[in-house]
């Protein structure tokens, strides 16, 4: 491809990894094939796919890859955009279940593994979902709960 084609975003079309996708850098215009830019930028693309709706996908071809390469390329914002959909080791399972799970059936034990044990770093809670296991365990020991946890229902 040469520097002179230039290739926007068409919000119709479906991108594939072989399909040329000219998008701004800070040298100027750079044209990649879609699978490059996975390498290149893989939150941009993300968020242009995820949050701005901008970006039409094949999920297999492009999506699916995307998204272990964010899981190298910036661990921090893998793990908020995974949320309750990463795969944790919790105590009691043998392999690595979704978060969620524990979140869902045993909102006392996963407070305890995510607040007491420390292991916030692990999961992102949105903030509805804070509130959510916050409100959940409050209902069935309040005991359990730090003091700034039950503060923060209070607000």
């Known amino acids: ?41 893989p939150v941009r693309i993300h968020k242009m796919i995820i949050k701005e709706k901008i970006l039409k996908v094949d999920t297999m071809e492009v999506l699916n890859p995307l998204i272990s390469k964010l899981r190298r390329a910036d661990p921090e914002y893998y793990r908020r955009i995974m949320g309750l959909s990463l795969i944790i080791d919790f105590p009691g399972y043998s ?28 999961v992102h809670l949105s903030p509805g979902n804070r509130i959510r296991l916050f409100q959940k365990v409050a209902m069935m020991d309040r005991k359990v709960m730090l003091k700034q946890d039950l503060e923060e229902l209070r607000k």
């Open 1 to 41: 491809m040469t520097s002179e084609e230039a290739f926007p975003i068409d919000p119709e079309k479906v991108y594939f990894s072989m399909d040329p996708l000219t998008l701004e850098t800070d040298a100027g215009p750079l044209t990649l094939r879609v699978g490059a830019w996975l390498n290149e930028d």
């Open 95 to 122: 392999t690595g279940i979704k978060a969620s799970i524990p979140f869902e059936n045993d909102p006392i034990g996963f407070y305890k593994w995510w607040r007491r044990g420390k292991h916030e770093d692990k």
